[in-house]
């Protein structure tokens, strides 16, 4: 046998050993897979609380709630007279955190751009735990 003809059969069953991992994996994907977050649309938000500066909840059709983890959050969240801003490019739905394109102003000044990590729809158990204060 040639080096060429021993080179060819071992990658040829390297590829048959790859495709038949990658079938099994694929096999095993469903049991182990995360369920994905529900698509919701901008028009659909009515009000917003935050806790802290690093997770603001969002009221989506008068019964669901998100909770947005934050990565560039800001303690203007929680000052008196503030709102977020959306901005709107295309689409409004949204479907995960780069979705997403959202500012905070108090209406004096420049609009704090603020960033999710994160995006989960709670539970109506885990809505019913956040402090009456803090639901949006």
Known sequence: MTKLT???RAAVAGFALATAGVAQAQTDAPATAKPR????????WHGWSS???DVLYMKV???DV???GLTRGTSRLNSAGSHI?????GSDRICNPIDLDL???DGLGFAMPIRAKTITKLTPEEI??????DRP
């Open 37 to 44: 977050t529900p698509c919701f649309s901008l028009s659909d």
């Open 51 to 53: 806790p802290s500066r």
């Open 61 to 63: 059709r008068h019964k």
């Open 128 to 133: 019913a735990a956040i402090p009456k204060k």
């Open 103 to 105: 500012r905070v102003s």
């Open 66 to 68: 998100y909770r947005l």
């Open 6 to 8: 021993f080179l060819m």
């Open 85 to 89: 801003v959306s901005v709107v490019r």
